[in-house]
């Protein structure tokens, strides 16, 4: 794992080294075990890098054996082994173990056609010289980030947007279209971000770009091919395909761990992965006070049949309110909630015990329909069949029991659920959720003007793919759901960035895509059994979780702290964004509006959770603003002197006399 960056020129007028410098210092989080940089007359790129495969022969940029192939990469390929062999077979000569070079032979050997083979998590650039292009690609679901700008004619690419500013050639703007996405949808939907001119390479795609101009291809795309029965095997496939996913997301050359949540899917992570480990593997768990009731004993129950070394850290308010700025920044896009102060915390931790890699339950609701949303909409249509039925709607209160203890009563279940949209609409499923956002309502008529004609649900709507049609409705529920939420958000703000604000790596055993192809495949009622969710995968589960340990699922519902963001005593901060003065200055909400929901909130007079997301909302649109709009992103550059390596146009230097002239630098 690491953090890359580029500036690929449309003439040959050279890319500064203090330019490249910057951009690996805006992103050294990611990478705090070296750097290294290429510098050419056209193309230029920086690498920071997390070493945990092949600790002493990986070092990037990376080059083939006359120079002409030139990689700067971000992931990792799990079947590199069996690609190397494959590679090596064809005559390719390897100088390292790293899964690095087989990006670089594959490349030579297979062109694009290098993506369909991997499996792994990953962002790259390829420089090509014989060609004169520059190559870049995501993995299939957006596990990895890559952001992109184009100025006249140059390329600028990066693992954050930060990286880009630094280069201290793009300026810092405001998308006024791509932040309406982040406070509808939650997060902006790819390619667009709230930053105007940088946009998001979209998971499943590559890029080539030549002489100043940029053509993108899809080479993966989700499709749910629903069979109309489970195949009488289908869980012994289920089996074969996890241990093998598991099996490849163990290689590493330094130590990794588990994250237990307490949950079905960090349950069956953690056991798996433990069982083909030493005995005693690190496991970790973080608490933010979750009203659903304290985790801890599932967690025991979970690490003591494991067997592993647990460490567990709560967080309290203090320290959520503390640190929501420093996740802000590794974020880069409004908030709704401290779900990603919790995974920030958790990486903190998983760093200070020495672990570098944290095997995760990322995916399994999305493909097993484990998340909320399928019960939910299930239970919408059930209930629009005789909107009167009071009974019918008591159901809801099973999906979100932390609702029902609140005793919201009749209106607020038809409110929320039942007016949100007709069954036939296309977003039916997420349509509560993003008419629910509420914060649209904040805007000053101004930045309403500046949005006139922007309908970004209709957007959304007019987007989807043709195949979209012919699925179920809870297969265009899952589309959604992997679109719009998981991959901006779940692996990204709440994932990737997180994790790697401490240099932690992040796996994920569920985002292999040959499970999401079976997933895929199966009748819904094989993933959504009336409101028992993830069917199938209980069923497996039975089988191959230690005795002791029950399969069962814990509540999504995350705390939005919002109480320990408007408090009276919160911290001077939230005061200095949320003054009418400051929210004037910004220009996107009405100072008015505003501050009558603070004094509201601060007074017990809004106690209802839909009210907690806009909150949080409004703020980190404030302070987001002023971490990146209205301040510059200004770093001093990384020493072109304590590089790993410096590799430049006219040299092809072996991997062996980089680290033999790097020791000698240093000695």
């Given at each position: ?10 003439y ?19 990478g ?20 945990v ?12 054996e006359?120079?002409?192939?030139v990689v ?20 390719h ?21 290098l ?15 014989n ?39 793009v ?29 998001c390479?979209?998971?499943g ?43 490849m ?22 056991s798996?992965?433990?069982s083909a480990?030493?005995?005693?593997i ?14 801890s ?7 003591e049949?494991i067997g ?16 929501f ?28 015990s020495?672990?570098?890699i ?10 097993f329909?484990?998340?909320d949303v399928y ?9 629009m ?32 659920f039942l ?16 008419l ?37 409705p809870?297969?265009?529920a ?9 991959a901006p958000?779940?692996?990204s703000?709440?994932?990737?960035r ?12 569920f ?14 009622r094989s ?57 004037r200055?910004?220009?996107i ?38 971490q ?7 770093l ?24 033999a ?7």
């Amino acid at each position: 794992m690491s953090g890359i960056a580029g500036i690929a020129r449309r003439y040959p007028t050279g890319v500064g080294v203090e330019s490249l410098g910057r951009m690996a210092a805006a992103i050294k989080h990611r990478g705090p075990d070296g750097y290294g940089f290429y510098v050419g007359s056209n193309v230029g790129f920086a690498h920071v890098r997390l070493s945990v495969v092949d600790l002493h022969g990986g070092a990037q940029p990376l080059t083939n054996e006359d120079g002409r192939i030139v990689v700067t990469y971000n992931g990792e390929v799990y079947n590199h082994r069996e690609l190397r062999l494959e590679l090596e077979a064809r005559g390719h000569v390897f100088r390292t173990r790293c899964d690095t070079e087989v990006l670089v032979h594959g490349y030579e050997e297979w062109g694009s056609d290098l993506l369909h083979r991997i499996n792994g998590q990953f962002a790259f650039a390829i420089y090509d010289r014989n060609r004169g292009t520059v190559f870049v690609a995501r993995d299939r679901f957006g596990v990895r980030p890559l952001f992109y700008a184009q100025r006249s004619g140059d390329f600028y690419f990066a693992s954050e947007i930060k990286a880009i500013l630094a280069s201290g050639e793009v300026d810092a703007a405001l998308d006024a279209r791509g932040l309406d996405e982040v406070l509808t949808f939650g997060a902006a939907r790819h390619a667009r971000t709230p930053f105007s001119g940088i946009a998001c390479l979209e998971p499943g795609t590559y890029g080539i770009w030549k002489d100043g101009a940029l053509w993108l291809r899809h080479y993966y795309e989700l499709d749910y091919p629903e069979a109309a029965e489970e195949p009488p095997d289908a869980v012994e496939q289920l089996d074969e395909i996890m241990l093998r996913s598991v099996g490849m997301r163990l290689r590493a050359d330094v130590p990794l761990g588990v994250h237990v949540s307490g949950g079905l899917n960090s349950t069956i992570t953690a056991s798996l992965a433990a069982s083909a480990s030493r005995p005693g593997i690190p496991s970790f768990s973080i608490d933010v006070g979750n009203p659903q009731g304290d985790r801890s004993d599932r967690q025991r129950e979970v690490t003591e049949a494991i067997g592993s070394h647990h460490t567990f850290s709560s967080i309290g308010e203090d320290t959520i309110a503390q640190s929501f700025p420093d996740v802000l920044w590794h974020a880069e896009t409004p908030l709704f909630s401290a779900g990603p102060v919790a995974m920030y915390h958790l990486a903190k931790l998983t760093k200070e015990s020495g672990t570098k890699i944290l095997l995760k339950g990322d995916g399994a609701d999305e493909l097993f329909l484990g998340s909320d949303v399928y019960k939910e909409v299930s239970v919408r249509r059930f209930c629009m069949r005789r909107p009167e039925s009071r009974s019918r709607q008591r159901l809801f209160g099973r999906v979100y029991p932390h609702l029902a203890a609140q005793e919201l009563g009749h209106e607020f279940w038809s409110s929320t659920f039942l007016d949100a949209g007709e069954s036939s609409d296309l977003l039916f499923s997420h349509l509560p959720r993003f008419l629910g956002a509420r914060v649209g309502q904040f805007y000053t008529p101004e930045f309403t003007d500046a949005l006139a004609g922007v309908d970004v649900i209709g957007e959304l709507r007019a987007s989807l793919p043709t195949r979209f049609f012919a699925w179920s409705p809870l297969n265009q529920a899952a589309y959604l759901e992997m679109t719009t939420s998981l991959a901006p958000y779940g692996l990204s703000s709440c994932g990737d960035r997180m994790s790697m604000a401490h240099g932690v790596e992040g796996r994920h055993p569920f985002l292999d895509h040959r499970l999401f192809e079976f997933a895929a495949a199966l009748p819904t009622r094989s993933r959504l059994s009336g409101l028992r969710e993830k069917e199938i995968l209980r069923r497996w589960a039975s089988r191959v979780l230690p005795r002791g340990i029950k399969a069962r699922s814990i509540s999504s519902f995350q705390p939005s702290g919002t109480p320990a963001l408007f408090r009276r005593n919160s911290p001077a901060w939230v005061d200095d964004h949320l003054s009418p003065d400051a929210v004037r200055r910004v220009g996107i909400f009405s100072p008015d509006a505003v501050n009558a929901l603070v004094r509201s909130y601060r007074a017990g007079s809004v106690v209802e959770l839909p009210w907690h997301q806009p909150m949080v909302g409004v703020l980190s649109t404030q302070l987001w603003h002023h971490q990146f709009i209205q301040s510059a992103v200004t770093l001093a550059p990384l020493p072109m002197g304590k590089a790993s390596v410096v590799l430049r146009d006219n040299t092809a230097i072996p991997h062996a006399t980089l680290v033999a002239n790097r020791a000698d630098r240093t000695s």
